[in-house]
């Protein structure tokens, strides 16, 4: 999910540490002493000449392994992140996806996850949800609710039926490339669970009205269940 720094970059930041260093030098003179750190005969330049390239190559082979470790790590975390049961989506400062899971590709209607790369996320939500999810923006850039859900409704065309989403950040990613800080974000589809819930509600509802509704069907009046009569 993140780029190793480009040749270029290393390139700038090598040179910034020269100039760094260079300035050093020229306000404070004194701060190395020439005569006593440079080798003393042909020899002693010879073994040092040695010394700073064997230290060169061991510095370089430290880091082609740290390298080859952060690609390994890297490669398991993206794939806990494609293979994940539930949808992930990365989302810039803006709100614009970065990064999505196949999950993810399917709740909002996409052929693949990386068509959904570079689309602004409120594109996906039913109007009614476009306020929503302004407020959960704005308490992101505040910082004060990192964990904090809240549903939304999602439309798009691939979905004629209207979908309800549960939205919580799992965490914070710092971004390498243009600073910034990404949140990774967790979608679980509730289209399904409150569907239930309302026919569970309407159902409930029918079972209360229909003594009242076959009476009146049969033409006979509601018995009332304290007195044991019909209610008159």
Known sequence: MTKDPSPSRQDEAAR?????????????????????????????WREELLLLQIERDIQAEELHRTRGELARVRAGYRDLFEHAPLAYLLLDEDGV????????????????????????FAEFLAPS???????????????????????????CDQCPLRRLVRMECVTEVACTEGGGVHGLFALIDLTEQRQAEE?????????????????????VKPVDDAEGEPTP
Request: hydrophobic share 45%; net charge negative; glycine share 8%.
């Open 129 to 155: 949800a476009l306020e929503q999810w302004a407020r959960c923006r704005a308490a992101q850039s505040a910082g004060g609710a990192a964990r904090a859900a809240t549903e939304l409704g999602l439309h």
């Open 199 to 219: 026919d569970r509600e309407a159902l409930i509802d029918l079972v209360e009205a229909s003594p009242q509704l076959l009476a009146g069907r049969l033409g």
């Open 16 to 44: 910034l540490l020269r100039e760094r260093a260079r300035k050093r030098m020229e306000t404070t003179p004194g701060a190395v002493d020439i005569d006593r750190t440079l080798p003393a005969t042909p020899e002693a």
């Open 97 to 120: 996806i970065r990064d999505a899971n196949p999950p993810a590709a399917e709740l909002l209607g996409a052929a693949s996850a990386p068509e959904l790369e570079g689309q602004a």
